[in-house]
């Protein structure tokens, strides 16, 4: 298409309107093709400048480009600045402006804008007193930026009639939901909407479920890190009643607790458009894990539940592998570092022996131990959905680690196994190895921190002789030394489906790194060997 432009331009300059859009909007990561179009005609230039102004990121840094925009803003927006004796650009380059630029604006990415406005006050020349190494310069300087950058987002709110995807994230202004709220009241064009780390508390939630409430457009709201607490909860489980576009919901690290937990789930049984919810970090417990497990047996559209680090406790664990008995639209489940304990994970064994959606399973860090590790080396047997299964930092040890891999030469489902941190020993490398010589499902396969030593390392290797499905295999921190350095590299001559290896931390000799390196040039799979 590109090259159509520059030989045959005589040809598209008889194209409708509707055509050349679709041409220009292809070439918008072509950005340099388009300026040049630009420049061949009003025509062309109309159709151009609404295509390179809807996603102005890229320009967030220039200082050209925060001038444009701080041309208009208005005389509320202005008075922001007052304080700090900013000088704007001249209000009469405004009436010279050829378009209303900002009002072609469909997504806002505030966190790079600093640097464009940053730059914009060097070149204007503004100076503060103190060392430019000083904390008092730092702040101030701080301080004027999130001046001008609220300023800005206010204008952008107003003037982009197209506005879709909206991220402000880091406070930059203490009523932050107050500016948006107006906004989001009357706004049927904004989908997504970031608000991570705005410190928006109970108060600003309340607000925002407001808007929520009564939204028709909004489909992904991120509101992580913001301590919204049981009452910023409460209010957002009641606007889930009423809400129908909402499909992805990040309430992650609010202090919700179990009671704000509570509410949500009570939320879940009459929503059913929401797909995805992380609620992780978030001190719900084992009665806020009961609640959403309970939640569970009624949804019928969720299928992402992210609940890291919950303090779930075994009886938590169980009543989740109850609800998976029942529940077949749930594909992901994140439960890291929750306290399940051996029965938990004993219980979500069996549930997913007969769960037949569940694709993703996250048990990383929950003291599993060697018989957690059995009792999910006989799920592997039997379950034959999931594909990525995270046991990292379980103290399996070699008997759990030989279960799974006697699970392995059974399963040919599961593409993705992590077991880092897991003290599976030479012996439990010596078994997955074996394994590996048989699986013909496994594509990564992470192995780190396991204590495999010379043994595991060799037997490993061998593996990777007969292996053909493995692309990534992690070795990091395993003491291999130097004979298995040795080992792999002539794997490597042979094997030509693994794509990533690392083997950092394992005392592997600077001779025997050069093999390793050498076999690269006969080797034409791997394009990252971390060493």
């Known amino acids: 298409m590109y090259q159509n432009i520059s030989f045959f331009p005589s040809k598209m300059l008889s194209l409708p309107n509707e055509c050349l859009f679709e041409i220009f909007k292809y070439l918008r990561n072509y950005r340099k093709s388009l300026f040049s179009c630009l420049l061949v005609n009003r025509q062309w230039c109309r159709i151009i400048v609404p295509i390179l102004w809807s996603d102005p990121s890229i320009y967030f840094d220039d200082k050209r480009f925060i001038k444009i925009c701080l041309l208009s803003l208005n005389s509320d927006e202005q008075s922001n600045l007052i304080p700090y004796k900013i000088i704007l650009p001249n209000s009469k380059k405004k009436k010279n402006l050829l378009f209303k630029y900002t009002s072609y604006i469909t997504s806002i990415y505030c966190c790079y804008l600093n640097k464009g406005i940053e730059n914009w006050l060097n070149h204007e020349g503004y100076k503060f007193n103190g060392s430019r190494d000083s904390l008092i310069y730092f702040k101030k300087f701080e301080k004027i930026i999130d ?6 987002i206010s204008m952008f709110l107003r003037s982009s009639k197209k506005l879709k995807h909206l991220s402000i994230d880091k406070v930059i202004y203490d009523n932050i939901a ?25 108060d600003g939630g309340k607000l925002l479920a407001g808007a929520l409430y009564n939204s028709t457009s909004i489909t992904h709201l991120d509101l992580r890190n913001n301590q919204l ?3 910023g909860g409460k209010a957002l489980a009641k606007a889930l009643y009423k809400n129908s576009t909402l499909i992805n919901l990040n309430l992650g690290h609010n202090q919700l607790g179990p009671e704000g937990c509570k509410e949500l789930a009570k939320a879940l049984c009459k929503n059913f458009t929401l797909t995805s919810l992380d609620l992780s970090d978030n001190k719900i417990g084992v009665d806020g894990g009961i609640a959403l497990a309970e939640s569970l047996f009624v949804n019928t559209t969720l299928t992402s539940l992210n609940l890291y680090y919950n303090q779930l406790g075994s009886e938590g664990g169980k009543a989740l592998s109850d609800a998976l008995y029942m529940n077949n639209t749930l594909i992901s489940l994140n439960l890291y570092y929750n306290q399940l304990g051996i029965e938990g994970g004993k219980a979500l064994a069996r549930a997913l022996c007969k769960n037949t959606s569940l694709t ?13 590790g059995k009792a999910l080396a006989e799920l592997l047997c039997n379950n034959t959905t999931l594909i990525f299964l995270n046991l990292s930092g379980n103290n399996i040890g070699f008997e759990g680690g030989k279960a799974l891999a006697e699970a392995l030469t059974i399963n040919n489902t599961l593409t993705s196994l992590h077991l880092d941190n897991n003290r599976l020993g030479f012996k439990g490398g010596k078994s997955l190895a074996e394994a590996l010589s048989v699986n013909s499902s496994l594509t990564f396969l992470n192995l780190s921190c396991n204590q495999l030593g010379s043994e595991g390392g060799k ?6 002789y007969a292996n053909t499905t493995l692309t990534s295999l992690s070795l990091y921190f395993n003491q291999l030394g130097f004979e298995e350095g040795k080992a792999l590299a002539k794997a490597l001559y042979k094997n030509t489906t693994l794509t990533t290896l690392n083997l950092c931390y394992n005392n592997i000799s600077s001779e025997k790194l050069k093999i390793l390196k050498n076999s690269l040039f006969i080797n034409t799979t791997l394009t990252s060997l971390i060493i």
């Open 360 to 372: 993703s399973l996250n048990l990383a860090f929950n003291l599993l131990g060697p018989e957690g």
């Open 178 to 202: 107050g500016l948006l709220i107006d906004v989001l009241y009357k706004n049927s064009t904004i989908l997504s909407l970031n608000l991570y780390d705005d410190q928006l508390g109970p």
């Open 147 to 152: 001046s001008i950058k609220t300023s800005l």
């Open 229 to 231: 607490g049981f009452e």
């Open 459 to 464: 037997a490993l290797a061998e593996a990777l």
